[in-house]
T-cell receptor, first 118, second 111 residues
Framework: DAGVIQSPRHEVTEMGQEVTLRCKPI?????LFWYRQTMMRGLELLIY????????DSGMPEDRFSAKMPNASFSTLKIQPSEPRDSAVYFC????????????????FGPGTRLLVL | GQQVMQIPQYQHVQEGEDFTTYCNSS?????IQWYKQRPGGHPVFLIQ?????EVKKQKRLTFQFGEAKKNSSLHITATQTTDVGTYFC???????????FGAGTTVTVRA
């Protein structure tokens, strides 16, 4: 298995531009997470999908951020318009989790997208 | 909501020495996981603890889950330069559907 795939790996853009980050979770996983990591705030959960449905988006900073998961093998995180304070590493992670309370819920992280907004 | 606190935030260790990092939750956890992130890398799963008082070892790493399932520790013996990185704990409350990550302990090693 190739693991969680993220693209692009690096993105440099100018303030005001739209940024789209992409993620392909591990096949068979039913949960997908988007995280943001900065020195100041650490690892923050932005949004969590289960079976392609957004379950919790309370971590999404503001309306400039949106995330979609049109199918089980693809998700996007969009920032429009981007601002310098959005500069961070964005991780996508996937896991298998069931409502029966299965405890094997290891999260597998992708390599991350390093975003710099000038 | 549930919060997972980690201490210390930074740990500077002489090569060969031991150290411990701690994780504490405000609520009872159903399980706790530990991840390691190397500089410039991404978090990688190390281990999961589920049972009260559980202890697991991975070579020089010893993981423990408290009796009350509200705290956990990671102890590393004979620290090596390969241990450099940030160690995160992540816990899920009994009634939660998501893991809460601690802020991490960043470890540097003096050769």
């Amino acid at each position: 298995d190739a693991g969680v795939i993220q693209s692009p790996r690096h993105e440099v853009t100018e303030m005001g531009q739209e940024v789209t980050l992409r993620c392909k979770p591990i096949s068979g996983h039913n949960s997908l997470f988007w995280y943001r990591q900065t020195m100041m705030r650490g690892l923050e959960l932005l949004i969590y999908f289960n079976n392609n449905v957004p379950i919790d988006d309370s971590g999404m900073p503001e309306d400039r951020f949106s995330a979609k998961m049109p199918n089980a093998s693809f998700s996007t995180l969009k920032i429009q318009p981007s601002e310098p304070r959005d500069s961070a590493v964005y991780f996508c992670a996937s896991s298998w989790w069931g409502f029966s309370g299965r405890v094997e819920e290891t999260q597998y992280f992708g390599p991350g997208t390093r975003l710099l907004v000038l | 909501g549930q919060q997972v606190m980690q201490i210390p935030q930074y740990q500077h260790v002489q090569e060969g020495e031991d150290f411990t990092t701690y994780c504490n939750s405000s609520t009872t956890l159903s399980n706790i996981q530990w991840y390691k992130q190397r500089p410039g890398g991404h978090p990688v799963f190390l281990i999961q603890l589920v049972k009260s008082g559980e202890v697991k070892k991975q070579k020089r790493l010893t993981f423990q889950f408290g009796e009350a399932k509200k705290n956990s520790s990671l102890h590393i013996t004979a620290t090596q330069t390969t241990d450099v990185g940030t160690y995160f704990c992540a816990g899920r409350g009994s009634n939660d559907y998501k893991l809460s990550f601690g802020a991490g302990t960043t470890v540097t090693v003096r050769a």
